[in-house]
């Protein structure tokens, strides 16, 4: 038995402000990125901008606060439409938050604040029915603004599939403090809204409070999905091994992973096909040559390895070229 992270939480890969050309967010305003560092920089005292077309998601990010600021200096994230605009403001210089975090569900907007990342304090929010359509950064200045890190997320909570009803899931940090209780649905799903990013671990139990199954620590982020599998398997993907801490991206559309049997006994008849939320077509293979939709392995044997072959057709509206939006789905 093991808990298998499934889906990774992010939206992007990767910081889009440092992967995107220049032409996509800095319109006319003078800005630099180092991809060493991984810093982006607005220069001017203008605004940098990107399409944003998300439903659902939580932007967390963190910056540099300026050193210095008079009356009228400020730093600003913004986001909305042609019509709407929601936004956190550092005005003083006493008044900055290193972190800045975001999110929209069920038609609501959210703002957070934070001087460490981690513990988030409520800044306000509001009722957001209209489509939002872009996002950017704004600042007022004689210094640069900084923004170090930059991650999308899909939603605020983690999703555990797999366990009966009314099963308890406890989420606990790594000094074994309880941070929430959920139980799971008819649907044998649970949802953990989380404050923050985390390293810690599960813990399961029965209707009568027994322990069912524990977890390794964990590191734990937004949108993350997981599953509780009674398979033991290792994913081995470019040689290393697919865990629940470093969680692999594939890199390309035609990619190659492995299935290790690690587990005390053989498995028969075990069926592997891919779930997606997108249009993207992604089928499996044996060989390389002959892809389908399935694929069925007649027996693996303890210590045993199995290769797939995936291959990622990306449909012709879906111009987001991160390969990575899909699940394995292990099954008898």
Request: with cysteine; aromatic share 14%.
């Amino acid at each position: 038995m093991k808990l298998i992270k499934v889906k990774d939480g992010l939206i992007e890969v990767e910081n889009f402000f440092l992967t995107s050309s220049f032409s996509d967010f800095a319109g006319e305003s003078n800005a630099a990125r180092d991809i060493k560092t991984g810093k982006l920089k607005l220069i001017s005292n203008n605004k940098i901008e990107r399409k944003f077309d998300y439903n659902e998601f939580v932007i967390e990010l963190e910056k540099e606060n300026f050193k210095d600021m008079n009356d009228y200096d400020y730093s600003m994230i913004y986001l909305g439409n042609n019509e709407y605009t929601f936004r956190i403001k550092d005005e003083g210089l006493e008044n900055q938050s290193r972190y800045w975090k975001i999110l929209k569900r069920d038609n609501y907007i959210q703002a957070y604040s934070s001087e460490d990342g981690i513990n988030y304090k409520n800044i306000g929010g509001m009722k957001f029915d209209e489509a939002i359509t872009k996002q950017g950064f704004m600042k007022y200045s004689d210094e640069n603004f900084i923004l170090n890190t930059y991650k999308v997320y899909k939603n605020p909570y983690i999703t555990i599939q797999n366990f009966p009803e009314n099963t308890i899931c406890e989420l606990y940090d790594l000094d074994n403090k309880l941070i929430k209780t959920r139980l799971f649905n008819s649907d044998m799903e649970c949802k953990v809204f989380i404050d923050s990013s985390i390293i810690g671990y599960f813990a399961f139990k029965d209707a009568y409070g027994k322990v069912i199954y524990t977890s390794d620590a964990l590191r734990i982020q937004y949108g993350d999905m997981w599953v509780f599998s009674p398979y033991n398997f290792e994913i081995i993907y470019h040689g290393n091994v697919v865990t629940n801490i470093n969680p692999a991206m594939l890199q390309d559309l035609e990619e190659l992973i492995t299935i290790k049997n690690i587990g005390d006994k053989d498995y028969t008849n075990i069926k592997i096909e891919t779930e997606t939320p997108g249009n993207d077509l992604i089928q499996l293979s044996f060989d390389g040559i002959n892809y389908i939709d399935f694929l069925t392995m007649d027996s693996i044997k303890q210590n045993e390895s199995k290769d797939i072959y995936v291959k990622i057709i990306k449909n012709a509206e879906n111009h987001n070229f991160a390969v990575r939006d899909f699940q394995l789905v292990i099954s008898e």
